[in-house]
């Protein structure tokens, strides 16, 4: 499975799981380009549960017998400067929706390890994650 096949594959997942769990999808997808550069800034799922909007970045892995990425677990793969990227991202959605930037929103990681052979996912969710 090609890395943007999984990569949506983890984001379904990961949406009817915040579904599941009483969040509202409000957007999917949502990009920004930065003014520095032909860099964009991503933001997988953007979803609200109670007053609290959750900017949310999905990493899928799958589970591999031996080698490098078992040692690496998803959420690992967010980095510092995927961080401040996705800060960044967020704020330009606040401000592109006239939403105040004094709302309570914060940034979580859903982290999943599949397992393609077994059809079974592993969810992990880190509230509040970066800050």
């Known amino acids: 499975m090609s890395s943007k096949r999984l990569g949506d594959f983890g984001e379904k997942i990961a ?4 579904e599941s769990k009483g ?21 997988d799922i953007i979803a609200k549960k109670d007053d609290v909007i959750s900017f949310v970045e999905v990493k899928t892995l799958t589970k591999s017998n ?35 930037l004094d709302t309570k929103w914060q940034i979580d990681i859903i982290s999943i390890r599949v397992d393609l052979d077994k059809k079974l996912a592993k969810i992990k969710h880190f509230q509040n994650a970066v800050f």
């Open 23 to 43: 969040y509202q999808i409000l957007d999917r997808n949502y990009s920004f380009g930065f003014v520095s550069g032909p860099q964009r800034g991503e933001i």
């Open 15 to 18: 949406k009817k799981y915040l």
């Open 66 to 100: 031996g080698g490098l990425a078992s040692l690496i677990s998803p959420e690992e793969k967010v980095g510092f400067v995927k961080k401040r990227k996705i800060i960044k991202t967020a704020e330009s959605w606040l401000m592109k929706k006239k939403i105040p």
